[in-house]
T-cell receptor, first 111, second 117 residues
Framework: GESVGLHLPTLSVQEGDNSIINCAYSNSASDYFIWYKQESGKGPQFIIDIRSNMDKRQGQRVTVLLNKTVKHLSLQIAATQPGDSAVYFC??????????FGTGTKLQVIP | GAVVSQHPSRVICKSGTSVKIECRSLDFQATTMFWYRQFPKQSLMLMAT?????????EQGVEKDKFLINHASLTLSTLTVTSAHPEDSSFYICSVRTGSSYNSPLHFGNGTRLTVT
C-alpha cells in the first residue's frame, strides 16, 4: 500500500550545527505535507507544513523542502539546540481526511 | 495555547475491564476528530475517524466493537477500549483539524498511556 518512510532512524547532531531530516513518500497523489515533533510521552507538535505547489517553505529556524520529482521531503533545523531533541515525523495527505505518518527519526543533540 | 485536551494521561487497568479516554477540542468546534495509536518506538497509526453525530469510520484491521467511539458533541469524542487485554497496552492520541480544508494541520492531544495488566 501507499506509505511514507524515512531514511535515517537516528540522527546525532552537535549543538549549534544544522540538522537535516529526510523523508520519502510513495503516494503520488499526496499534495500536503507536514512535519511534527514528538517529545517523550507527549503528543506530536506541529512544526511546519508545505503544499505541493511549493518546493520550499521557511519558518523560525526550520525549512521544509519538497522534491515532487523524487517524492522526497526534508526538514532542516538551523543552529540545533538541546530542546530540539525529539522524534520527528513527516506526514502526508492528499484530498481526503486521512493523514499518514512516516516511521520517524530520532534527533539527538550533543551538547 | 492547547487546542486539544485529552484525559486521562495515564491509566492502568486489569485485563477484561473497559477504559474510556476523552478528547476535548478547546475553543474549536470539531465535526471530525482522529484517533491514533502508537506503540513504543513506532509511528502513529490511524485507528478511526470520529464524526460528530454519526458513526465513526474505522481503519482496516481495527475492531469497531472493541474500540468504541462516541462523538456526541462538537467538542468531545470518547474512545472506549472494551474488554482490554495486555496487547491493547499502547499510547492513544486524538487529534483535530482546526482548518476547514484537508490541507491544514492536525493538532494533537498529549495522549493517554494505557497499561493493561
Amino acid at each position: 500500500g501507499e506509505s511514507v518512510g524515512l531514511h535515517l532512524p537516528t540522527l546525532s547532531v552537535q549543538e549549534g550545527d544544522n540538522s537535516i531530516i529526510n523523508c520519502a513518500y510513495s503516494n503520488s497523489a499526496s499534495d500536503y505535507f507536514i512535519w511534527y515533533k514528538q517529545e517523550s510521552g507527549k503528543g506530536p507538535q506541529f512544526i511546519i507544513d508545505i503544499r505541493s505547489n511549493m518546493d520550499k517553505r521557511q519558518g523560525q529556524r526550520v525549512t521544509v523542502l519538497l522534491n515532487k520529482t523524487v517524492k522526497h521531503l526534508s526538514l532542516q533545523i538551523a543552529a540545533t539546540q538541546p530542546g530540539d531533541s525529539a522524534v520527528y515525523f513527516c506526514a502526508e495527505t492528499g484530498g481526503y481526511q486521512k493523514v499518514t505518518f512516516g516511521t520517524g527519526t530520532k534527533l539527538q543533540v550533543i551538547p | 495555547g492547547a487546542v486539544v485536551s485529552q484525559h486521562p494521561s495515564r491509566v492502568i487497568c486489569k485485563s477484561g475491564t473497559s477504559v474510556k479516554i476523552e478528547c476535548r477540542s478547546l475553543d474549536f468546534q470539531a465535526t471530525t476528530m482522529f484517533w491514533y495509536r502508537q506503540f513504543p518506538k513506532q509511528s502513529l497509526m490511524l485507528m478511526a475517524t470520529s464524526n460528530e453525530g454519526s458513526k465513526a469510520t474505522y481503519e482496516q484491521g481495527v475492531e469497531k466493537d472493541k474500540f468504541l467511539i462516541n462523538h456526541a458533541s462538537l467538542t468531545l469524542s470518547t474512545l472506549t477500549v472494551t474488554s482490554a487485554h495486555p496487547e491493547d497496552s499502547s499510547f492513544y492520541i486524538c487529534s483535530v483539524r482546526t482548518g476547514s480544508s484537508y490541507n491544514s494541520p492536525l493538532h494533537f492531544g498529549n495522549g493517554t498511556r494505557l497499561t493493561v495488566t
